[in-house]
């Protein structure tokens, strides 16, 4: 009998997964165009989501999981200081701002950060730096399909 390899940290896994809010919208997935990618990480090494990391720990290969991660453990709660009114002045003319649109943003060490535009008036945008899927919680469907 083959004794079935458990996952802990410092493995090298693969899972297969679908990424789901509240509402049941897919916000992520290993499946593109019927194929299968799985992810790939190293367990524990800070490379996923602090609560993906927990849940596959202890896990068997094939094994499937359903579980949720609230917000704390997967993007944070939404930071009202990361919501800011640039003035339209400052932008560039082309393209016209709208909500909802994404912005690429230069951080001063040279790093780029997207934006999205929450509201638009005359003089003014609001921009929210928050991560997408922050303040929210996320509900995961996952399959461990290699352990090495």
């Given at each position: ?62 094994e499937e999981k359903e579980f949720k991660i609230l917000a704390k453990d ?60 922050a303040g929210k919680d996320l509900t995961f469907k996952i399959k461990v399909v290699g352990i090495s």
């Amino acid at each position: 009998m083959v004794e079935k390899k458990i996952v802990k940290k410092g493995d090298k896994i693969k899972v297969e997964y679908t990424g789901t809010l509240d509402d049941g919208t897919v916000f992520d997935s290993s499946q593109h165009d019927g194929h299968s990618h799985p992810i790939e990480f190293e367990v524990g090494s800070g490379q996923v989501i602090q609560g993906f990391d927990k849940a596959v720990t202890g896990m068997k290969l094939n094994e499937e999981k359903e579980f949720k991660i609230l917000a704390k453990d997967a993007y944070g709660d939404s930071n009202m200081q990361l919501i800011q009114e640039i003035s339209r002045d400052k932008l560039p003319k082309e393209p016209e701002p709208k909500k909802g649109m994404w912005l690429g943003m230069q951080t001063p060490d040279g790093h780029t950060i997207k934006a999205k535009i929450i509201k638009v008036t005359k003089t003014a945008i609001t921009i929210d730096l928050n991560h997408p899927l922050a303040g929210k919680d996320l509900t995961f469907k996952i399959k461990v399909v290699g352990i090495s």
